[in-house]
């Protein structure tokens, strides 16, 4: 079974619209992280957050902010105001005890941005 | 510091020859990580490294992959022939924090070797 989901394969919007990138994850530990990266079109891989299972809070960063919530098992990513620059694909990611805290990526979503 | 620093960053061979793929891990970085990318397998985990010894690599496909980290500065990964399925993005990364018993905080990634074999 899959145990990180990002179902949107790809999204486009229009430059200044928000958009939300869906992440669902699966695991048994009661201990885990949750993570986003971003790999813009020139190809690395840039860390953008990290949040540990213990703590809900939601978080806001500029124009990101993310949704943690237990109860649906998700961990969804906002931007506000889009811009072309945010152009990029998207991966969520889980590390978990039984994985020995090995990132276990979901599949990506691709977010296209139009001018 | 400059992060994590990977070369080449294109590499186009022929079947059947030996490449070798390199990265730099940032200074002071206890783990580091080799990464595949395909468009039909994602992201997947080769190998990784703490503090210089390799933990586990039971992601290495096949015994024609082979990594090696002879210091805290460098590492080498190699496939010896190459096939034109090992065809994909590798990344290379470097996390500041030891894997076992600790969580994985963010690892920092270079920006990747794009390897086609033809």
């Known amino acids: 079974a899959q145990k990180v989901t990002q179902a949107q394969t790809e999204i486009s919007v229009v430059e200044k619209e928000d958009v939300t990138l869906d992440c669902v994850y699966e695991?048994?530990?009661?201990?885990?992280?949750l993570f986003w990266y971003k790999q813009p079109p020139s190809g690395e891989l840039v860390f953008l957050i990290r949040?540990?299972?213990?703590d809900e809070q939601n978080e806001i960063s500029g124009r990101y902010s993310w949704n943690f919530q237990k109860s649906t098992s998700s961990f969804n990513f906002t931007i506000t105001a889009s811009q072309v620059v945010d152009s990029a694909v998207y991966f969520c990611?889980?590390?978990?005890?039984?994985?020995?805290?090995?990132?276990?990526w979901g599949a990506g979503t691709k977010l296209i941005i139009k001018p | 510091d400059a992060g994590v620093i990977q070369s080449p960053r294109h590499e186009v061979t022929e079947m059947g020859q030996e490449v070798t793929l390199r990265c730099k891990p940032i200074?002071?970085?206890?783990?580091l990580f080799w990464y595949r990318q395909t468009m039909m397998r994602g992201l997947e985990l080769l190998i990784y490294?703490?503090?210089?010894?390799?933990?586990?690599d039971s992601g290495m496909p096949e015994d024609r992959f082979s990594a090696k980290m002879p210091n805290a500065s460098f590492s080498t990964l190699k496939i010896q022939p190459s096939e034109p399925r090992d065809s994909a993005v590798y990344f290379c990364?470097?996390?500041?924090?030891?894997?076992?018993?600790?969580?994985?905080?963010?690892?920092?990634f270079g920006q990747g070797t794009r390897l086609t074999v033809v």
């Open positions: 990364a470097s996390s500041p924090h030891i894997i076992t018993g600790t969580p994985n905080t963010e690892a920092f």
């Open positions: 200074s002071g970085h206890n783990s």
């Open positions: 490294f703490n503090n210089n010894v390799p933990i586990d």
């Open positions: 695991t048994r530990d009661t201990t885990y992280y």
């Open positions: 949040r540990n299972s213990f």
């Open positions: 990611a889980l590390t978990e005890a039984d994985s020995n805290y090995q990132l276990i």
